[in-house]
């Protein structure tokens, strides 16, 4: 990975923006369902990089207070609050293997099994609002502030509902300010061990307008909660995980099927890039869960990830690398 910027030798030559190798040996993803699920999912909460890293006590509960200063202690020992207003920009290249089970009827639980696809991603980020995550060249998604997007080989492009949202991927270890920002709504529910780690555990719910905000005429969120696991000794984030339940509505009957995501990633390996202490790999599992109207299926899935280069403040990061897809603004411009 390259900080590059203009050429001053040539006045006309073409400026290089950006140059980002992927591994030749990365193979691509033949499973369009495992990079949207666990590759990609959104984080209910928008981004807001105008916000200080610190909260007022005033009127706050204990559990709410004890996050603020648990996510103070996060900021501490990730770099910083002047190390993270520093960022303006970052780039990351990473490697992705994942492995998942068939649907599994019943209430057993699922395993993921079978052969692993191997592919890689690269993250593109200008401030929180502004992403383009790519996966192996077959998966892309972003949002240039106003409206969030994906985009497929297989697939239209299509506009996500709601205001735009940060990347999940975001959140294990990559992004450490909108992980600050996220947690300091949070309340601080118990403590639990995670791999011999004692945690404190911080958890946030999604309100209900954003919920309506998400949710369509066939389909209604019912719920989105996200939790946080601090490490009680080095006070670094090392598991995030949520879940979302959606009620899928009949278009005859009153039979409602629901479909319930749970995702835990846990994370480990933190490095110092410009003074920014970032975690450089983990591991993530899914569960989805349909039920109702006799359904009664259950999927896993298995990610292990690792971080190759990661950078801060690009130059020559432009908003134009941000853009919608063509045909997604034509949708746009047809519907109004």
């Not at 105008?50 to 007022?56: A, C, F, S, W």
């Not at 502030?145 to 991927?169: C, D, E, I, T």
């Not at 450490?176 to 945690?199: H, M, Q, S, W, Y």
């Not at 899914?286 to 950078?311: C, F, P, Q």
Request: aromatic share 8%; net charge neutral; with cysteine.
């Amino acid at each position: 990975m390259r900080k590059l910027c203009p050429n001053y030798d040539r006045e006309d030559a073409l400026d290089t923006v950006l140059e980002v190798p992927i591994p030749e040996e990365i193979q691509t993803m033949n499973s369009l369902a495992l990079l949207k699920l666990v590759g990609s999912p959104l984080i209910p909460f928008q981004a807001r990089p105008d916000q200080p890293l610190t909260r007022p006590l005033k009127d706050c509960s204990i559990e709410a207070s004890t996050a603020k200063y648990i996510v103070q202690q996060y900021i501490a020992a990730i770099g910083g609050a002047l190390a993270l207003n520093s960022v303006k920009s970052m780039c990351a290249v990473g490697q992705v293997k994942m492995a998942a089970s068939e649907m599994h009827q019943g209430e057993g639980s699922a395993h993921a099994e079978g052969k692993s696809e191997v592919g890689g991603f690269v993250l593109w980020q200008k401030e929180p609002r502004f992403m383009v995550p790519r996966t192996s060249c077959f998966w892309l998604q972003g949002s240039d502030g106003k409206v969030a997007w994906n985009q497929s080989s297989s697939q239209a492009s299509h506009a996500n509902r709601g205001p735009p949202r940060p990347l999940r991927r975001f959140f294990q270890g990559l992004d450490p300010r909108c992980t600050a920002n996220l947690f300091l709504e949070a309340g601080c529910i118990t403590e639990k061990k995670v791999n011999d780690e004692d945690c404190f555990v911080l958890k946030l719910e999604t309100d209900s307008n954003t919920l309506k905000a998400q949710s369509s005429s066939n389909t209604e969120i019912v719920h989105h909660i996200v939790w946080g696991y601090f490490s009680q000794r080095t006070g670094l984030l090392v598991k995030f995980e949520d879940t979302k339940l959606v009620k899928m509505k009949p278009i005859k009957g009153n039979d409602n099927v629901f479909w319930e995501t749970s995702i835990e990633s846990v994370v480990g390996d933190y490095r110092y890039i410009e003074g920014i202490n970032v975690a450089h790999s983990g591991k993530t599992t899914a569960t989805l869960h349909r039920y109702g109207a006799s359904h009664n299926h259950k999927r896993k899935i298995e990610e292990t990830w690792m971080i190759d280069e990661v950078d801060f403040n690009i130059c020559g990061l432009s908003m134009d690398c941000f853009l919608p897809p063509a045909d997604l603004k034509r949708e746009q411009g047809g519907e109004q």
